[in-house]
C-alpha cells in the first residue's frame, strides 16, 4: 500500500514538474513584457539549469511574479491605501516560493531572490564583515537573519527604488544595534575604508 501511494505522488509530481507555466501577459504592455522576461532570464540563466523546460518554466514564474506585482502597485494609491497595498503583497507573497519549490532546491531559491534584489543581501553581508573583522557569531547571525527579512520585503516592492528602501532600512536598525552593542561605526568605517584603499595599491 505505502509503495503504491509513494508511486502515486511520483507521478503527480511528475507530472506538475513537466507541465507548462504559461506566461500570464494578458493586459500588460509588450514592450514591459519583453523587459520583463529579459530580466527573469537573466536570473534563470545565473541559475545554470541544463533541463529546457525547466528553464522556460522558472522564468516563466518569475515574470508572472513581476507582472503580478506590477499590478499590485498599480492598483493602489500609496499614501492614502497603504494598508490595503501591505495586505495584498502579503497574500501574495509566498505564492513565488512555493511554486519554484517544484523546479528548484532551496539554493536556487534563495538565488532567484537575490537575483530579484540586485544581490544586496550577499553584499551588504559582506560589507558589513569587512568593515568590522571583529563581530562575534551571533552578531553575524542577527544581521544575516535582518538581511533576509529586508529580502522579502524588497522582493515586493515596486521598483529598484523600493527595493533599495528596504535594504538600507535595515541595515540602518543594524547600525544602531550594533551601536548599542559598543562598536564605534564611525571609527569601524575610517579604518575599513584605510584597509580598503591599501588591498588597491
Given amino acids: 500500500m505505502k509503495k ?4 502515486t505522488i ?3 509530481l511528475s507530472i506538475t514538474t513537466s507541465a507548462q507555466v504559461s506566461l500570464k501577459t494578458e493586459g500588460q504592455d509588450p514592450q514591459y513584457v519583453e523587459t520583463i522576461k529579459g530580466r ?3 536570473i534563470v540563466d545565473a541559475l545554470q539549469l541544463t533541463d529546457a523546460q525547466k528553464a522556460e518554466n522558472v522564468r516563466n514564474i518569475i515574470a508572472n511574479r513581476y507582472f503580478l506585482l506590477n499590478d499590485i502597485h498599480a492598483k493602489y494609491d500609496k499614501k492614502t491605501q497603504e494598508d490595503a497595498l501591505y ?3 502579503f497574500k501574495h507573497h509566498f505564492e513565488l516560493a512555493s511554486a519554484l519549490a517544484l523546479y528548484l532546491n532551496e539554493e536556487q531559491i534563495d538565488a532567484v531572490k537575490d537575483g530579484m534584489t ?3 543581501l550577499k553584499r551588504d553581508y559582506q560589507a558589513q564583515l569587512d568593515m568590522i573583522p571583529t563581530l562575534k557569531e551571533e552578531e553575524k547571525m542577527q544581521i544575516l537573519v535582518w538581511l533576509r527579512e529586508a529580502r522579502e520585503y524588497a522582493m515586493d516592492a515596486a521598483d529598484s527604488k523600493g527595493k533599495h528602501f528596504w535594504f538600507d532600512k ?4 543594524t547600525n544602531n544595534w ?3 552593542r559598543g562598536y564605534d561605526l564611525k571609527k569601524e568605517r ?3 575604508t584605510k584597509r580598503n584603499a591599501e588591498r588597491s595599491k
Fill in 118 to 120: 540586485y544581490g544586496r
Fill in 170 to 173: 535595515y541595515r540602518g536598525r
Fill in 10 to 12: 511520483l507521478s503527480l
Fill in 87 to 89: 495586505a495584498e503583497l
Fill in 4 to 7: 503504491v501511494l509513494f508511486a
Fill in 40 to 42: 527573469a532570464q537573466k
Fill in 190 to 192: 575610517e579604518a575599513w
Fill in 178 to 180: 550594533l551601536s548599542a
